[in-house]
């Protein structure tokens, strides 16, 4: 039997296995691409978990009044995540467009209406992804604030 004979029979033309060893080399990238994927997801859910914190701390601020230490344990509560820090501030003012600005408490605004007293709230969380990917920090400082007039 000479080798083209050989050739012919077709010994070297199986392809059983070859979805296999296609899938081994695949596999490696899919996992890597979906724990990438679920990475990120706890990273947007921290953020919103952030965020519903820093509302919770006005909502508390809205119901009891400006209380810096109560208000602290709201939005500590408000998430289950340890670590989560948090500020809050009262200050009167005057709504001017999308904005607040700075004014005396008791006095009128621009606009005739009397100055406001507005709560702010900040929460910050650390996240440390299990990736590191290109163009984000690691850790990454997740952070929202939450405004509220309160009088």
């Known amino acids: ?18 979805s296999a060893i296609e899938f081994a080399l695949v596999a490696p990238f899919l996992c890597t691409f979906i ?6 997801g706890f990273g947007f859910q921290s953020l919103m978990a952030v965020t519903q914190a820093a509302q919770a701390g006005t909502y508390y601020a809205m119901v009891n009044g400006f209380n810096s230490s109560a208000i602290a344990t709201a939005v500590t509560n408000a998430t289950g995540m340890s670590g989560i820090t948090t500020s809050a501030t009262q200050a009167c003012g005057c ?16 606009n005739g209406q009397a ?3 507005y709560v702010s709230v900040s929460a910050q969380y650390q996240y440390s992804p299990i990736l590191s990917y290109p163009g984000l920090p ?14």
């Open 1 to 18: 039997m000479n080798m083209r004979s050989f050739l012919r029979i077709g010994r070297f033309r199986e392809d059983a296995g070859i």
């Open 138 to 151: 690691s850790p990454m400082t997740l952070t929202s604030t939450s405004m509220l007039r309160i009088k």
């Open 115 to 117: 100055a406001g007293t």
């Open 35 to 40: 724990l990438g994927v679920v990475d990120l």
């Open 95 to 110: 709504p001017s467009g999308t904005a607040v600005t700075t004014s005396t408490c008791n006095t009128n605004c621009p």
